[in-house]
Structure formats: C-alpha cells, structure tokens
C-alpha cells in the first residue's frame, strides 16, 4: 500500500506501511533505476493534528548498477531511511523550505510512490566501482583491464621513459 488513505490516517492516527515495488513497476521508468527483484518499503505513515503528514519508511533492495569504470554489472544492496513531511497547500501560499511536500488542496490520498522516486534520485549513489581498485578499460582497445594486459599500455608508456630518459641525459 503505496497511497495513504488521509481520512483514514486522521481517524487511527498512525498507519503502518508494508509494501513491495516491483522492478518493473512504471515508477522506474525514465529513470535509471534497475532492481533486482522488489524494492521493499516498510514503516509508518503520522498524522499530525494541524493537518501535516509524517511518514518514516525504510527502504530495502538490491539496485543493478555498472562500475563506472569497466562497466561491469555491480549489485548495490540499499537500505536507505527516508522521512517524508507532506503539508497541505493552501492555494497560492509558498511551503517553508523545501522539506514540505505539498499536498493538494482536498486530496484524499498522499502518493508515496512518487516521492519515494524522487527522494531516491537525489539520494542513491549512481557512481560505483566493482572494486576500489578497479583497472577500467583500456581507453585504446576497451579490454576489461582487470581481466587481462593488452599491449596498448606498454605501447603507452614509450614516449614517457623517453622523456624520463631525456632528464636524465640532461643531468649527465
Ligand atoms: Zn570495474
Ligand atoms: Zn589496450
């Protein structure tokens, strides 16, 4: 349950959230979010007496990315907590700050799902590497260099002993 039914919440005060978002949910798209399997969102939606909602959730997933670097897929675990204020909107007034996420005006329901979204973009790591210490690819041949040598690096490294060599024919 991924919308919160407001009347409901104001009646019972506080309401648990307890849902799975598929990977291939139409949340996702446009963005460059890939699962492996169910995003899981749990936690608990507040009423407050003026008329805001607080919800805290946590968030558990496996995100499939690419190492930045060789470009190979790496699994991401995530466990991100977020907390989501909603405030409702009262016409053309401006919301305090950027935390308040404004509810329109007789809404009977909060979209968690899209907030969610939008909290993850900003939140989620999108820079990974395979390891900390990931040899990338061969920027001339594209070999994976944590796989195996290619010859362009020695070729490569040519013109720099011949400069180091240079320097020290200099000291001579
Ligand atoms: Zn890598
Ligand atoms: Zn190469």
């Known amino acids: 349950m991924l919308t919160i039914p407001l009347i409901r919440l104001e009646h019972q005060g ?17 963005t460059d979010f890939h699962f492996s399997g169910s995003l899981l969102v749990s936690g608990q939606a507040f009423w407050i007496p003026s008329g805001d909602v607080l919800v805290r959730l946590r968030l558990r997933g496996v995100l499939l990315q690419e190492c930045r670097r060789c470009l190979a897929p790496v699994d991401v675990q995530v466990d991100e907590r977020m907390e989501l204020f909603f405030r409702p909107a009262n016409g053309s007034e401006e919301l305090e700050g950027d935390s308040f996420r404004p509810l329109p005006h ?14 993850f973009v900003l939140s989620v790591p999108m820079l ?18 944590n796989e195996e040598r290619c010859v362009c690096s020695a070729e490569e490294l040519d013109p720099r002993w011949d400069v180091l060599r240079a320097l020290y024919k200099k000291r001579d």
Request: hydrophobic letters at 40%.
């Open 14 to 30: 506080s309401l648990d959230i307890d849902a799975a978002v598929p990977a291939d949910d139409p949340a996702w798209e446009g």
């Open 128 to 145: 990974v590497l395979c390891a900390p210490d990931c040899r990338g690819l061969c920027p001339r041949c594209g070999r994976n260099l």
């Open 106 to 119: 007789g809404a009977m329901e909060v979209d968690l799902l899209s907030a969610i979204r939008e909290e």
